[in-house]
């Protein structure tokens, strides 16, 4: 609690929680949105992105989702759906031969939706190691 030094300084305030107003209330108001979104992409023909929908339901960047999922429970299985059926979509186009562009859905997995491209190669067996005498003439 603060006092606010202009008036009685027996009135105590609450202190303000600071911060934008949520732009959605319920996971339902969010999934509204959500689904617009992917109507639009539909009507417009255009791939599904994590940009484009993070832009969609007003945030900045597309870090903004992974935060809300993270920090607000209640939203997480939204967001997370929302996510999944856009990584749904690269998966499908790649799989069907719909799409030449194979190498920007890769990138698309990889840097939003937690694929890897690297590949690990395991070698067994036993290493020897043998003196070898060198002898140089000259």
Known sequence: MITDDTTDTNIVKPKHAGGRPPFYNTPEEMQIEIDHYFEDADRRKVPYTVPGLSYWLGYAT???LSIIAREKPLFANTVSRAR????MQRMELMVSGLTS???????????????????TIRLEGQVEIHEVEVRLEG
């Open 62 to 64: 597309r870090m903004e």
């Open 84 to 87: 999944q059926r856009i990584e």
């Open 101 to 119: 562009n194979t190498r920007g859905m890769q990138f698309d997995l990889v840097n939003n939706h937690g694929y890897s491209n690297e590949s």
